[in-house]
């Protein structure tokens, strides 16, 4: 039976193999049969408080087993679940509660205060009940019902929340699935939050195939990354750059790598090459596939494995039922080869933006017949074959001695410098000029003569430093703003 609602994904799978591994966190292990009964035991307990059809639900909570259940849970009530970070600044907090309304808020102790200044009913994570046998009735909720409200920031001063319903969702699990080949008794580790939907849809894929879903943390990407991988025999590792830099780094220093790991995925930013060539230096039998997508449609793209050696930059073609255009400035599709701006077209696209029907209306414009087509703000290139080749946002495109430049160019050069682990470039603001930093093991003179054999002299930027760290936000993304006021 193909689910039309999130947790009927669950039911399924409970239905198959019921005593298969399906979460584990530090000790705890839960089987499949385990996690759709906590989902029951904890939609019993917010049916209880008066969540019903429609109702937001906030989570503010770590990467906790029982956040995965509230996924299921909220979904078998017909309400509307929105996971932020329990490290969410209180600025922005407040600005999501007042913007989602939800009904109940469930909260981290360390993050129950940051949120008790909600006019929702706010329960601590750990006020959550231990057992329950409950079995809550199914809701009249459909397809088309919202399950989610993703918030993401971007062009806008304040996080704006992506909709999503459940039939999108399951659309974009199902494609991924297909595409990634995730299998039964995987064992996927995410140390990604699952606030950020890249980690969040771990879950889901991992229940699609049968697989286990390792939780991890902060902590676990760090100094800890390759004896979780190993200790946890874990198969498949969702990726960005710093986090796959540092398996690289900890496996040459260990002088092993995790002989259970078969599948590195990576997406949010390019994975340089020289680290995908690096990764499977030190392990030759495993599988690097580069993704692209955005919130807003969840994946566009995902690439064969070990493309990078073939065709270098590509990001893959479309996901089945996926349509992607190249547009110019004027709206007007472009041919193969040229750059412009990505449209996307499919059953991925999410509905919207939450309560804001302007941004909507510009960035998911629709056709005579009621089509959306997502205007992404990205810039790329498709190549005779259905390829992307991903360029950049219209923010990371700036002038230099009168030249375009592409941030994203740059720093994917500035990786393939021996040395060097990560890079940003800062795009010129005011009076201060384009700005490349770098972490790794190598000097600024370094830096530019590795560069100049690999750029033209008027894509170098003007200011060019290595630094101790880059800084990164909770989904393990380098944070531009942060950096840009330490430099």
Known sequence: MTPRLLHELLDRRTAATPDAPALARDDLRWTYADLRRRSHTLAAWLAGRGVGRGDRVLVAAPHAPDTVALLYAVSRLGAVYVVVSDRIRPFHLDHILADSEPALVLA????????????????????????????????????????????TSGSTAMPKAVVSTHEQ???????????????????????????????????????????????????????????TVEREAVTVLPLVPGLGATLARLAARAGRFPASLRLVTNTGAALPAALSARLR???????????????????VSIEDPNAYLTRP???????????????????????PGQVGQ????????????????????????????????????DRGKVDEDGNLYFAGRDDDLYKQDGFRVSAVEVEGAAADVDGVTEAAVLPPAGDRPAVLAVTGELDAAQLREGLAERLEPHKIPDRVEVVGALPHGVNGKIDKRALEAAL
């Not at 299998?183 to 890249?198: H, I, K, T």
């Not at 230096?281 to 807003?296: I, K, N, Q």
């Not at 089945?320 to 004027?330: A, I, K, Q």
């Open 313 to 335: 930059g590509s990001a893959g073609r479309p996901l089945p039922g996926t349509e992607v255009l190249v547009l110019d400035e004027h709206g007007a599709e472009l041919p």
């Open 342 to 377: 990505f449209a996307v077209r499919g059953p991925n696209v999410m509905a919207g933006y939450w309560r804001a029907p302007e941004l909507t209306a510009h960035r998911f414009p629709r056709d005579a017949y009621g089509r959306a087509t997502l205007l992404t703000g």
């Open 169 to 227: 969702v399951l659309f974009a699990v199902s494609a991924i699935a297909e595409r990634l080949g995730y299998r039964a008794g995987d064992r996927v580790l995410c140390c990604l939050p699952l606030s950020f939907d890249y980690g969040l849809y771990q879950a889901f894929l991992a229940a699609e195939a049968g697989a286990c879903l390792v939780l991890g943390d902060e902590g676990a990407a760090g100094p800890a990354l390759l004896s």
């Open 108 to 151: 981290a102790d360390s993050a129950a205060e940051t949120v008790s200044r909600s006019t929702a009913k706010v329960h601590k994570l750990s006020e959550l009940p231990a057992t329950g046998t409950a079995e809550v009735p199914a809701s009249r909720a459909a397809g088309v019902d919202i399950l989610s409200l993703i918030y």
């Open 281 to 299: 230096e030190l392990s030759p039998d495993l599988d690097v596939v580069a993704m692209y997508g955005l919130t807003e449609c969840k994946r």
